[in-house]
């Protein structure tokens, strides 16, 4: 593990649909930070590739790697186990300075619980209507839109505990805003406490 003050773990947490993955993957691709990919017990959704997007894994695979310890957080969110491999984390960390990672809540407290001062957690939301719009014109069934909303206000109460909000009305200009914080961190060593 990077040494305090010399690296930062950035998670990116925030409601289903509100444009996590786009936001993080676009400010992570420019600044050339890596992501710390989870395994998950789903199948990949269209346009989603192996070892990209997610490790596909199956349940009894999810369920072995567990028993033995391997994941530093595991949740299930509607029916589908996720995951985050202690040792993915650990050797990223250690060749990478800046690494992140896209989260639920629960999965963002307990990263942070874990390792403290490293982690800094950046909240993406819009608001619910927004949500459903987006996720209709990307083609999203009812179904998922559904079990989204569904957890929406759980989702937003979190928005406090992190120490960056930003809400995703343009895309450019967020993706700007976010990637701005995190040059500061890489270029200035502006490691402050969460
Ligand atoms: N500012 C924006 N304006 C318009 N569309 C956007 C914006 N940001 C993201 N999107 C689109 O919204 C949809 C959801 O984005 P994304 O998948 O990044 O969200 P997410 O928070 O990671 O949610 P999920 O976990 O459900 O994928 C995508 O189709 C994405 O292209
Ligand atoms: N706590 C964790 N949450 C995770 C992980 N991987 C993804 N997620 C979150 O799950 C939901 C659903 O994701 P989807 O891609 O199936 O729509 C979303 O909020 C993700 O951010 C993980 O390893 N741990």
Do not use: W
């Amino acid at each position: 593990m990077n040494g305090q003050g010399q690296g930062m773990i950035f998670v990116f947490t925030g409601p289903d649909g509100s444009g996590r993955k786009t936001i993080a993957d676009m400010v992570g691709s420019t600044l050339g930070m890596t992501k710390v990919l989870s395994y998950t017990t789903r199948k990949p959704r269209a346009g989603e590739a192996p070892g990209q997007d997610y490790y596909f894994i199956s349940e009894e695979e999810f369920a072995q790697a567990e028993a033995r310890g391997e994941f530093v957080e595991a949740v299930e969110i509607n029916g589908v186990r996720y995951g985050i491999k202690e040792a993915e984390i650990d050797e990223l960390f250690q060749k990478k300075k800046f690494i992140y990672l896209i989260l639920n809540a629960q999965g963002a407290k307990i990263l942070k619980d874990k390792y403290g001062d490293l982690v800094t957690r950046i909240f993406i939301y819009i608001d619910k209507e927004l949500v459903v719009e987006r996720q209709r014109k990307a083609g999203a069934s009812e179904e998922l839109i559904q079990q989204h909303l569904a957890h929406y206000d759980e989702d937003m109460s979190y928005k406090d505990e992190c120490k960056y909000s930003f809400e995703n009305l343009d895309l450019a200009h967020t993706v700007f805003a976010v990637s701005n914080i995190i040059d500061a961190y890489m270029n200035r060593g502006l490691i402050e406490k969460d």
